[in-house]
């Protein structure tokens, strides 16, 4: 979901003209509809990321900033997720993927550590390869945030093959 996060803007003002934005909340989506009315190629939708409502293969690039997040706000041990949500994580990947052009990029940008979320992503049914960065002012007080990109197309690493095996094996 995009929230009310300016970020949609500011990629349209980078010249990104071409911008689709959903959230679950309509009050949210009318009020972004209202914000941003003077900026044409700025979509809004109402959705349920778990069912995307685009055909398959309608985007080049797919960018969620800690909507993936919220799915795991109830899980109390990060080492070993609850099966409802791992499922809710995998239906919402299994969507990304089905919107992905071939060659496209779907880009996550959170604060969940790579041995929490790579083993998510590293699924090898989403067709994409996997890779990521730590993201911070270097500050050693300071969160790091993390920035994954999975490209449509490119095979994953036989390590996070690995990694993406684990996730579905008992605790």
């Not at 997720?81 to 990947?93: E, I, K, T």
């Not at 996997?130 to 690493?157: N, S």
Request: net charge negative; glycine share 8%.
């Amino acid at each position: 979901g995009c929230g009310n996060s300016a970020l949609s803007h500011d990629l349209h003002e980078l010249g990104y003209t071409d911008v689709t934005s959903i959230d679950f909340s309509p009050a949210c989506i009318a009020a972004m509809r209202a914000r941003y009315a003077h900026c044409p190629g700025l979509r809004w939708a109402i959705m349920d990321i778990r069912a995307l409502a685009f055909p398959d293969a309608s985007f080049d690039v797919v960018l969620e900033k800690g909507t993936l997040d919220v799915l795991m706000v109830e899980e109390t041990d990060p080492w070993h997720v609850s099966p409802q949500a791992a499922a809710s994580m995998r239906r919402v990947l299994e969507e990304v993927s089905r919107v992905l052009r071939p060659g496209g990029c779907f880009i996550s940008i959170t604060f969940a550590q790579p041995h929490f979320r790579k083993p998510h992503y590293a699924q090898e049914a989403f067709g994409w390869s996997l890779r990521h960065t730590a993201c911070g002012d270097g500050d050693a007080g300071a969160f790091h945030y993390f920035l994954y990109v999975m490209r449509k197309g490119q095979p994953l690493d036989p390590r996070d093959v690995a990694l993406g095996r684990r996730l579905h094996q008992p605790p």
